[in-house]
């Protein structure tokens, strides 16, 4: 066997957890994808003769790929349409159920961190790395890489502002809220609405671009049902202390639910998607 075939199979052994890596750090399969292809002609590029730890090294070429499209992606805004579109392109069915595995929620608020703390967060948290081999990675200190890691990890926990008992109840609400939606049960959404809820819909989240409010649960409930494709995207997270649902195509919010649960039944629901409203919010992952 020739050095090139001996690389491209070492390579192939690692490229599971390479795409599980890229898929955390960049939240589309499809993108994680391309990152460790990208990654792979890096390699075979190089001359791995010195090197001690190939595997390290294939984490090293990947993480940097990343590092470049996660600040290629954060230099353009892409909209509510592209992203959609691109999701359904990669397969919904499979995108969502990787999603599942991994959270989305998670993924949602690691798409908010700069991209030097999502890279060493995923490193760390998830994939076990010290911050010795993060330090070199990422070109700066082990301090200052603990110190990203320990700044993504705030973010991602967040802070409830409700007490305990309080906050489990809203999420049972919420997810039976979610369950229903996503199977288009009427009759389970009409039992977690309040019969006088009120939804408002800012424009970016109708198809006319014009704000809607509607009123009644029997209107709510329908709209939600006709939303159900969407439940394909959707999981439960904290947004501003409180348990409400984002709806994040390859892993990008493009809109946020708020609920108000003052007692058992939900009252209120904002339905947010304007970016500048969607970068105010507060958004952190539940506790399973």
């Known amino acids: 066997m020739d050095e090139e075939d001996w690389l491209a199979g070492r390579f192939e052994t690692s490229r599971p957890r390479l795409r599980a890596m890229a898929y955390r750090m960049l939240g589309s399969l499809s993108d ?89 967060f995923v490193l760390h948290d998830t994939f076990g790395l010290p911050f010795d081999e993060i330090a070199t990675i990422t070109g700066r200190s082990p301090a200052a890489a603990r110190q990203l890691a320990s700044r993504a990890r705030r973010r991602v926990q967040g802070s409830a502002a409700v007490p305990d008992a309080r906050l489990a109840r809203q999420r049972q609400v919420a997810e039976a809220f979610l369950a229903a939606a996503r199977g288009g049960d009427l009759a389970g959404l009409l039992a977690v609405l309040d019969p006088d809820v009120v939804l408002h819909a800012d424009a970016g989240s109708t198809p006319s671009g014009v704000a809607r409010t509607v009123h009644g649960a029997t209107a709510v409930s329908q709209g939600a049902r006709a939303a ?33 649960i003052p007692e058992d039944k939900i009252s209120k629901i904002e339905v947010i998607s304007d970016p500048s409203r969607l970068e105010q919010l507060d958004i952190a992952v539940l506790d399973s």
């Not at 592209?82 to 949602?108: K, Y």
């Not at 904290?238 to 649902?245: A, E, K, Q, S």
């Open 32 to 120: 994680a994808e391309d990152a460790v292809q990208e990654a792979w002609i890096h390699a075979a590029g190089a001359d791995p003769g010195a090197v001690h730890n190939l595997d390290g090294w294939f984490t090293t070429i990947l993480t940097r790929v990343c590092l470049d499209m996660l600040r290629s992606r954060k230099s353009r805004r892409e909209d509510l349409r592209e992203v959609e579109e691109a999701a359904v392109t990669d397969g919904p069915e499979q995108e969502a159920v990787l999603a599942d595995s991994v959270g989305l929620a998670l993924l949602v608020v690691l798409d908010t961190l700069a991209p030097a703390e999502r890279v060493a």
């Open 228 to 260: 159900s494709a969407d439940a394909h995207f959707s999981a439960i997270a904290l947004v501003d202390g409180t348990p409400g649902i984002v709806v994040a195509p390859r892993g990008r919010l493009v809109l946020v639910m708020t609920f108000t």
